[in-house]
């Protein structure tokens, strides 16, 4: 009985493991995708300020998962990737502009 608990408690702890990487992998290829990171949601966050909040909300769980705080910390690094990558793409403001 105890071997069983273990495999199960192992498996549980794969899956989950597995769902976060597929999580992040989403989260990337809509930011590749050009989805909108300034749309807000019902409680008027971005999505990078909902990973924010998700994490911050994390931290002040007792026992809380390392692996969803290490998520949620990869989650908010793609925005701030994406965020500087669109900033190097946009032209400056003190480039001339044609009339």
Do not use: C, K, W
């Amino acid at each position: 009985m105890h071997m069983h608990m273990h495999m199960h408690m192992h498996m549980h702890m794969h899956m989950h493991m597995h769902t976060h990487v597929y999580m992040l992998q989403v989260v990337e290829r809509l930011l590749q995708a050009g989805a909108p990171t300034s749309a807000l949601n019902e409680a008027q966050r971005t999505p990078q300020q909902e990973a924010v909040h998700a994490l911050q909300q994390l931290d002040s769980q007792a026992g809380a998962s390392g692996t969803r705080r290490d998520m949620l910390e990869l989650t908010i690094a793609l925005f701030d990737l994406d965020r500087a990558s669109s900033d190097q793409s946009q032209p400056s403001s003190s480039s001339s502009s044609f009339v």
